[in-house]
Nanobody, 126 residues
Framework: QVQLVESGGGLVQAGGSLRLSCAASGRTFSVYVMGWFRQAPGKEREFVAAINWITRRTDYTDSVKGRFTISRDNAKNTLYLQMNSLKPEDTAVYYC???????????????????WGQGTQVTVSS
């Protein structure tokens, strides 16, 4: 089992930046693919970004390309999401997720992730 704890959310004005962190603990050995999802009020959870730290491959949903950057510090077992040029439509609860050990493929489907954090609120004011 992998435990995930997000931090870094908050209130920011449109055009501002935030960096989300996700600290991983437990059986993190061979967890190669991690990602971020978000869920806005009244909407379904959606994929935001994911990374395979072995291949360095990343994937982003179209609406955040060029504004968000996903990265991982393996020494600290921490996943990051740098969010720049934030828009009101980015307002949501952001969740960190990890795929099962030894899984190499990135997927945008939430059911493909075995472990989830509790979420951190990001609010972007206009």
């Amino acid at each position: 089992q992998v435990q995930l704890v997000e931090s870094g959310g908050g209130l920011v004005q449109a055009g501002g930046s935030l960096r989300l962190s996700c600290a991983a603990s437990g059986r993190t050995f061979s967890v190669y693919v991690m990602g971020w999802f978000r869920q806005a009020p009244g909407k379904e959870r959606e994929f935001v970004a994911a990374i395979n730290w072995i291949t360095r491959r990343t994937d982003y949903t179209d609406s955040v390309k060029g504004r968000f950057t996903i990265s991982r510090d393996n020494a600290k077992n921490t996943l990051y999401l740098q969010m720049n040029s934030l828009k009101p439509e980015d307002t949501a609860v952001y969740y960190c997720a990890a795929r099962s050990q030894s899984t190499m493929d990135i997927t945008t489907k939430g059911e493909g992730y075995a472990n989830w954090g509790q979420g951190t609120q990001v609010t972007v004011s206009s």
